[in-house]
């Protein structure tokens, strides 16, 4: 059975952190860039940061970047989003997706370029 499961969500509280994953199975994982979208209620959704089949080439939201860590290990089937410094415009429910497109492409693309998505995990950043 093809998916992903994404997990790791939850409330915090601004300034922490928290680390999504998401778990794939039932196709060639490594043969896939991965990415982490998000979408909070009411507004589009965003790429947030994708990463290429085996890790070289990663691309990062503006909104993130220097505060999320996106990671993979082939070996477990599963793609890493560490949030540091989370802030309450981070609140959304985040998703992953795989694509066989470039990294970029999937990014800035995603229902293009995506094959799979999950069902999403929610985060929530509040004071």
């Known amino acids: 059975q093809l998916q992903l499961v994404e997990s790791g969500g939850g409330l915090v509280q601004p300034g922490e952190s928290l680390r999504l994953s998401c778990q794939a199975s039932?196709?060639?994982?490594?043969?896939?860039?991965i990415g982490w979208f998000r979408q909070a209620p009411g507004e589009e959704r965003e790429g947030v940061s994708c990463i290429s089949t085996r890790g070289y080439n990663i691309h990062y939201a503006e909104s993130v970047e220097g505060r999320f860590t996106i990671s993979r290990d082939n070996a477990k089937n599963t793609v890493y989003l560490q949030m540091d410094s989370l802030k309450a415009e981070d609140t959304a429910t985040y998703y992953c997706?795989?694509?066989?497109?470039?990294?970029?492409?999937?990014?800035?693309?995603?229902?293009?370029?995506?094959?799979?998505w999950g069902q999403g995990t929610l985060v929530t950043v509040f004071a």
């Open positions: 997706a795989a694509g066989t497109a470039t990294v970029a492409s999937l990014c800035s693309h995603p229902d293009t370029y995506s094959d799979y």
């Open positions: 039932g196709f060639r994982f490594d043969d896939y860039a």
